[in-house]
């Protein structure tokens, strides 16, 4: 709600792109540095190896007009982190842009063995895909970047509350949905 | 706190990461990213939704191998997805990008116009909120803006128009123009709005092109707030879809400060403490003129100048006489209720004012332009 407030004004600060400056050199070579590092995060926002590398692609040609930017903060791979993730949520906020979803979470009981762990994983992979993009965003700063809730709130233009919030609701959807260990030996035929 | 859950989502996380290598291929194509010209993905969406029926499964492909044994008793279906990756470099579709080319094919250079919108993205807003989007500097021709941004209200072509203004001094210094676009009426409630801006590259008159990075706005509109005050007998009633929902005393600005008549468009709730960026609690505004400097409670902001419905327990006198200074003062129960009823956006109706009808360039008064003169453009004529 907050959110909505603070920006529906027309008093706000319209965030717009500084004036288009020069090509850097060493875009290269951060291209190079990060490509495997920045990679990671965008296929674990959008799911899939192909979209992840058009989000960074387009997150990329975004900023190379405005690289100085990148090159002038204190960490650039986090601005550039960011970016990626801003452009993940406000291109998903577009219905048409958002792929059929597919994930058919089961209502009966999988045969479960050994694997268990495996397939929870696999089915976590699932089940985190369906989360709120928010959500799903929130969980991958926590979860695989071990970022601290005041960065997380940052990257997603929230407050640290928020993101507190975004993180708890999506693990609750994944505890809900994920059998416990109980519920596991229960089924077991 | 650390709990199963969050091992194992930690795990998978691990796990997929661990997969994903930039390779050379990988790493020339996102160098590519430099070129003005490199194929960005919007431009391959065709291709993709072309009918294929491809879906990439969350992390369906990194897991590919396992996925396929384990996900086969049914624990999840997957997708129909064959997703390997795809090469590197992926064909282009000529389909989007070719009538760009030779819409902008005269006018492929030039300053950029950057657009950035009020609306935040997916945001949901009031059936009175114009489209605001500013543009800067400000384009002379919307000849191809206007023929290029397609509007649809729930998937179907909107019908409304754009009109150009720049409502401030500050905008004409700093060059930049508003364009307003709104129906002949309140938008639907409870509707989606896409506007698809494909304009990169497109003139925006001599000398002046697009930026290509704003290219989609996509919000909602909650339910439909028309509340009707009425001068005369200094009341306020509060409508919802088309059903009356609360009705209030009310006392507007006196003979020598009238309220603006007209229709007014809730701009914005509350305001951020300049001290520290955040929202002042309770909706308190700072209102300031000859002889009072306060904070006022669960105040709705409804013109550029500076009126607002506002918590005016100062005011004896409401259902009486109007006797503020331009403000619609309410009691604190009846504001506080309001405020939190209302979303920006939100209309107000306002009659029997004894004030001139608000102009289109304070606040939002585009309801106050005659539909025959917004539709022919504004600052800039619209053709056709």
Redesign the interface.
């Known amino acids: 709600m907050?959110q909505?407030?603070?920006?529906?004004?027309?008093?706000e600060a319209?965030?717009?792109?500084s004036p288009?400056t020069g090509?850097a050199d060493d875009?290269?070579a951060f291209?190079?540095a990060h490509?495997?590092d920045l990679?990671?995060s965008a296929?674990?926002l959008t799911?899939?190896?192909?979209?992840?590398?058009?989000?960074?692609?387009?997150t990329?040609?975004?900023l190379?007009p405005r690289w100085s930017r990148v090159t002038a903060a204190d960490a650039p791979v986090a601005y550039v982190r960011r970016a990626v993730v801003n452009r993940f949520i406000?291109?998903r906020?577009?219905?048409?842009?958002r792929?059929?979803v597919?994930?058919?979470?089961?209502d009966?009981p999988?045969?479960r063995d050994l694997?268990d762990a495996?397939?929870?994983?696999?089915?976590?992979?699932?089940l985190?895909?369906?989360l709120p993009d928010r959500q799903r965003a929130a969980?991958?700063l926590r979860?695989?970047h071990d970022l601290p809730d005041e960065q997380i709130a940052e990257h997603l233009a929230c407050r640290a509350a928020t993101v507190r919030s975004l993180i708890s609701r999506g693990?609750a959807s994944?505890?809900r949905s994920?059998p416990?260990?109980a519920e596991r030996k229960a089924e077991r035929p | 706190m650390t709990d199963?859950?969050?091992r194992?989502?930690?795990?998978?996380?691990?796990?997929?990461?661990q997969s994903?290598?930039?390779d050379a291929a990988?790493?020339q194509?996102?160098?590519?990213?430099?070129a003005a010209d490199?194929p960005?993905?919007?431009d391959r969406l065709p291709n993709r939704r072309g009918g294929t029926g491809r879906?990439?499964?969350?992390?369906?492909?990194?897991?590919a191998a396992?996925?396929v044994v384990?996900?086969a008793?049914?624990?999840?279906?997957?997708?129909?997805?064959t997703?390997g990756?795809?090469s590197a470099n992926p064909a282009p579709a000529p389909t989007l990008s070719a009538p760009r080319t030779t819409a902008a094919a005269s006018a492929s250079t030039g300053t950029?116009v950057?657009v950035?919108?009020?609306?935040?993205?997916?945001?949901?807003?009031g059936v009175g909120m114009p489209i605001?989007l500013?543009l800067?500097p400000a384009p002379t021709d919307s000849t191809a803006f206007t023929k290029a941004v397609q509007v649809t209200v729930n998937g179907r072509p909107a019908g409304g128009a754009w009109f150009w203004e720049q409502p401030t001094a500050d905008d004409k210094k700093s060059h930049t123009i508003e364009a307003h676009y709104r129906l002949k009426s309140y938008w639907p409630a409870g509707s989606?709005v896409?506007v698809s801006l494909p304009i990169g590259g497109l003139s925006a008159g001599s000398g002046m092109v697009y930026?290509d990075?704003f290219t989609?706005l996509?919000f909602h509109t909650g339910d439909a707030h028309v509340s009707v005050v009425d001068g005369r007998s200094d009341t306020m009633v509060v409508r919802s879809n088309d059903k009356t929902v609360k009705t209030f005393a009310v006392s507007l600005g006196k003979a020598a400060t009238p309220t603006y008549a007209g229709v007014k468009v809730i701009?914005?709730?509350?305001?951020?403490d300049p001290a520290t960026g955040a929202?002042r609690s309770n909706g308190q505004v700072r209102v300031t003129g000859p002889g009072y400097d306060v904070l006022a409670s669960w105040a709705l902001?409804l013109t550029?100048s500076g009126e607002y419905v506002l918590a005016a327990p100062w005011n004896s006198q409401l259902g009486q006489v109007s006797t503020s200074t331009g403000t619609t003062d309410v009691s604190s129960a009846d504001a506080k209720w309001f405020y939190e009823f209302s979303?920006?956006?939100d209309v107000i109706q306002y009659t029997n004012t004894g004030g001139t009808t608000l102009p289109s360039w304070d606040?939002y008064g585009d309801w106050n332009v005659p539909w025959t003169q917004w539709r022919a453009g504004g600052l800039l004529a619209n053709h056709g």
């Open positions: 907050t909505t407030l603070e920006s529906a004004g027309r008093f319209v965030c717009e792109p288009v090509p875009f290269e291209v190079r490509a495997t990679l990671r296929v674990l799911g899939s190896r192909e979209r992840g590398e058009d989000l960074l692609h387009d990329l040609a975004h190379y406000s291109s906020r577009s219905p048409s842009s792929d059929v597919v994930w058919d979470v089961p009966a999988a045969p694997v495996v397939t929870d994983r696999h089915l976590l992979g699932q985190i895909g369906a969980l991958m979860y695989f693990l994944l505890r994920v416990t260990d | 199963n859950i969050e194992q989502l930690r795990e998978a996380l691990a796990d997929a990461a994903v290598q930039a990988t790493v194509r996102l160098l590519s990213a430099r490199a960005r993905s919007r879906h990439a499964g969350w992390l369906g492909p990194l897991l396992a996925a384990l996900v008793g049914g624990v999840v279906a997957v997708t129909r997805t997703s990756h795809v950029p950057r950035s919108s009020v609306i935040g993205q997916g945001e949901t807003v605001v500013r800067s989606t896409r930026d990075a989609d996509t701009m914005r709730k509350g305001e951020p929202l902001r550029a979303q920006v956006g606040g």
